[in-house]
């Protein structure tokens, strides 16, 4: 078994700060803005970026060490939660150990999805590390282009 340690609290107040800094540019990005779990909470939380494409939006999360296994992707309501737990290897060659810097334990990050995300058609793939999560758009939320008509001369005139 493993254990959670507990983070250092000065580091804790600037993670919380960056977090708020970060907001303060992100805010005429709001709609791709999705909240983050309290990061007392688990010991480690994977980075992810949030890309949309015109079909997609795509989540790529950095899961290093971690198991595919061990990960779970949820979607209850209008929140996709991305849960697992990145074991620590116990080091047995080593006579003592200086230092532990590396975060272990059991992670999770809870995006809210827009009603535009098809939420049956989400797709997830692993590779070296890295978890792609795939959410389709619906297709009432896809742009769509309008043809612009051309009414004869005769019709405007009568």
């Not at 977090?19 to 688990?42: K, Q, Y």
């Not at 989540?59 to 296994?69: F, N, R």
Request: charged share 30%.
């Amino acid at each position: 078994m493993f254990s959670v340690t507990q983070r250092d609290p000065t580091l804790e107040l600037l993670h919380q700060l960056e977090h708020r800094m970060g907001r303060i540019f992100t805010d005429p990005f709001r709609a791709f803005e999705w909240p983050v779990h309290d990061a007392a909470t688990t010991a480690w939380q994977p980075l992810v970026d949030v890309f949309e494409e015109p079909d997609v939006i795509r989540l790529v999360a950095e899961v290093p060490g971690v198991k595919p296994e061990d990960v779970k992707i949820t979607v209850e309501s209008n929140l996709l939660t991305i849960k697992g737990t990145k074991e620590q290897v116990a080091e047995e060659k080593a006579e003592k150990v200086h230092r532990y810097e590396r975060t272990y334990g059991a992670f999770e990050r809870t995006f809210r999805l827009s009603a535009s995300i098809d939420p049956n058609k989400i797709k997830a793939t692993y590779n070296l590390g890295v978890l792609t999560i795939t959410l389709p758009k619906a297709e009432t939320a896809k742009p769509h282009l309008i043809k612009v008509e051309v009414t004869p001369e005769k019709a405007l005139n009568a």
